[in-house]
């Protein structure tokens, strides 16, 4: 398997040939894409290449992503404890929600923390419902942003050698050990 290192280089390759295909076909008038899908593009890829790789399931140890969290790396040990390596984080649908979920409770948990101890320093003016939108955030950038998201972390469970079925060979499997179990 791969190091670390390793997968860093083969999404920066792929990021690479990307972008210089996109530039090109843009150029030539043949897909239309927005500076800011670009840039949200950019952003989930790298997001999911140097910080929520799927080898987050191995956080006890010295591993890259948990690295460039810096002093919050600490955060991703009990999701290493949770997700057994290989496991439900390699998936390639579920494995990266696994991710995104786990870091959006961990934001709520920390924002909960830090109101407690402090709790007139991070209040928000109330300044009424948020004018969005959602259709234009969801087609124009969320789409980019997870397309680059989801995109590295299937180049990380390819170079790995896992295969878009490994979940469901894995579930099959211990249903019919359970089955088995109770004949």
Request: glycine share 12%; aromatic share 12%; charged share 15%.
């Amino acid at each position: 398997m791969p190091s670390g290192r390793v997968h860093n280089l083969i999404n920066i390759a792929m990021y690479t040939g990307l972008a210089a295909g996109a530039l090109y076909l843009t150029q030539q008038r043949s897909v239309v894409i927005t500076p800011a899908q670009g840039l949200y593009f950019s952003l989930g890829y790298g997001v999911g290449t140097f910080l929520l790789s799927p080898d987050l399931d191995l956080a006890e140890g010295n591993v890259d992503s948990k690295r460039r969290w810096g002093p919050l790396g600490f955060l991703w040990v009990p999701y290493g404890v949770l997700f057994s390596h290989r496991g439900l984080s390699h998936t390639w649908i579920l494995g990266p929600i696994t991710r995104l979920l786990y870091l959006g409770l961990m934001v709520a948990l920390l924002w909960g923390l830090v109101n407690a101890l402090l709790p007139h320093q991070f209040t928000l003016p109330l300044l009424g419902p948020p004018r969005l939108d959602y259709q234009l955030l969801a087609t124009k950038l969320g789409y980019p942003l997870l397309i680059g998201y989801y995109l590295s972390q299937w180049l990380h469970l390819m170079a790995d050698g896992v295969r878009p079925d490994h979940g469901l060979k894995h579930s099959r499997r211990k249903m019919r050990g359970a089955a088995r179990h109770f004949r």
